[in-house]
T-cell receptor
Framework: NAGVMQNPRHLVRRRGQEARLRCSPM?????VYWYRQLPEEGLKFMVY????????ESGMPKERFSAEFPKEGPSILRIQQVVRGDSAAYFC??????????????FGPGTRLTVL | QKEVEQNSGPLSVPEGAIASLNCTYS??????FFWYRQYSGKSPELIMF????GDKEDGRFTAQLNKASQYVSLLIRDSQPSDSATYLC???????????FGAGTILRVKS
């Protein structure tokens, strides 16, 4: 299955700890997007990355959150010093580089973060 | 005004009926439009995308786009209980850019 992969699927952290969420895009896709879905709320864009570049981080909280997509390996969304309000489902999506389907984003299964 | 608006529902339809889901958007520069289905506790699953005014059909699903009126709709023919889910409308202004989602419409298909 060449779909978007995310791990871990479930992550439990205590307040003040760090959370690292990983995303491997679909084969052939070089654009990665991170979205957050708070309980009973809609999906909100966080950040858009290409290999080694952050293209749009307009949806990222100013503090504690960072993202990267290195030349080798998965994209990482990092949350430092987690707080209870960070509890949410974090989804990664990917899209291909070119073509009429270029803007179509396919979602991974998500990581459910719970902060105790 | 929200960027992408949907009726939260729930929209209840009997099995076999046509379900009609609507979405309006505020930015006239929007270029591509997507419908995703999301089951409870699962990730969004792409159903259809549409770029041009008019209708686009795929199986039991038809997406309709009217850029002048800034609305996009999704029709589901012969609705099945397995169609019961939250349907998310998403809009993207530029190629390769972020998606802006509506809050979703809950659809319930009663057998």
């Amino acid at each position: 299955n060449a779909g978007v992969m995310q791990n871990p699927r479930h992550l439990v952290r205590r307040r003040g700890q760090e959370a690292r969420l990983r995303c491997s895009p679909m084969k052939g896709h070089s654009h990665v997007y991170w979205y957050r879905q708070l309980p009973e709320e809609g999906l909100k864009f966080m950040v858009y990355l290409q290999k080694e570049n952050i293209i749009d981080e307009s949806g990222m909280p100013k503090e504690r959150f960072s993202a990267e997509f290195p030349k080798e390996g998965p994209s990482i969304l990092r949350i430092q010093q987690v707080v209870r309000g960070d509890s949410a489902a974090y989804f990664c999506a990917s899209s291909p580089l070119t073509g009429t389907m270029g803007a179509t984003q396919y979602f991974g299964p998500g990581t459910r973060l719970t902060v105790l | 005004q929200k960027e992408v608006e949907q009726n939260s529902g729930p929209l209840s339809v009997p099995e076999g009926a046509i379900a009609s889901l609507n979405c309006t958007y505020s930015d006239r520069g929007s270029q591509s439009f997507f419908w995703y289905r999301q089951y409870s506790g699962k990730s969004p699953e792409l159903i259809m995308f549409i770029y041009s005014n008019g209708d686009k059909e795929d199986g039991r699903f038809t997406a309709q786009l009217n850029k002048a009126s800034q609305y996009v709709s999704l029709l589901i023919r012969d609705s099945q209980p397995s169609d019961s889910a939250t349907y998310l409308c998403a809009v993207n202004m530029e190629y390769g850019n972020k998606l802006v989602f509506g809050a979703g419409t809950i659809l319930r298909v009663k057998s």
